[in-house]
């Protein structure tokens, strides 16, 4: 029977120190905390990027409320042994999304979760990572998590993003948001002519912090 795992990382997100993150700082010290809008808030893909979102195998959507938007993917499995091509054993993907928030608004991203399935041989070793940013600021810190084998299961990855580093989307301007993800695999151990191990991302929640612009 297929088992559950959930893993829960915390990780600090801080902004590096250049005139790229000047933009985020002016936004956050000017703003008011605020519920989501009631209006409706725009999310769609504009480009991907990577072996794990060939083409429309991709997709967006605001969850209901506007408190957070769902990357889904359909085709996003690393692998590595018995079938596995050279190349499978790490898949990667970057979307490119446009966000469109009524006027006056302003948003951040306080929380992540990824979730997938994993099928890992004795010896085997896998991970799952993620991370963001709006174009013309600074990327965030990579959010890392490590899977051991032997594991044949669903899992969930969660990270808390703390307030004071929260990356603010500009008020007034319209700025892109990129979301960059992976799943590697590695033999390790294992035997990859008689074993196979792979690691599958299904889906990423992007929880969001609400705020009104001055």
């Known amino acids: 029977m297929r088992k559950s795992l959930y893993l829960l990382s915390a990780i600090s997100v801080v902004l590096a120190t250049t005139l790229s993150a000047g933009p985020a700082a002016a936004v956050k010290s000017a703003i008011t905390p605020a519920p989501p809008p009631a209006d409706e808030v725009i999310v769609d893909v504009v480009t ?5 979102c060939a083409p429309g195998t991709a997709e967006v959507a605001m969850v209901p409320g506007n408190f957070a938007f769902k990357t889904t993917y359909s085709n996003y499995t690393a692998r590595t042994g018995v079938g596995a091509a050279p190349t499978d054993f790490r898949k990667n993907c970057q979307i490119n999304l446009i966000v469109l928030v ?5 948003y951040a991203i306080n ?19 993620s991370n963001y940013y709006v174009k013309g600021q600074s990327q965030t810190a990579y959010a890392v ?16 993003v703390a307030e004071t ?3 603010w989307s500009p008020c007034g301007t319209r700025r892109n948001l990129n979301i960059n993800t992976e ?11 008689t074993t196979t191990s792979s690691l599958t991302l299904f889906a990423g929640v992007y929880h969001l912090s609400w705020a009104r612009c001055p």
């Not at 009524?102 to 302003?106: D, L, N, Q, R, S």
């Open 183 to 193: 799943v590697r695999v590695a033999a390790g151990t294992s035997d990859p002519r």
């Open 111 to 129: 929380k992540t979760n990824h979730h997938g399935s994993g099928s890992l041989a004795v010896g085997a070793n896998a991970s799952q990572r």
């Open 102 to 106: 009524p006027a006056g608004y302003t």
């Open 145 to 160: 998590h490590p899977f051991t084998g032997p594991i044949d299961t669903d899992w969930q990855t969660t990270n808390e």
């Open 165 to 167: 580093s929260m990356v």
């Open 48 to 52: 991907t990027n990577g072996s794990g």
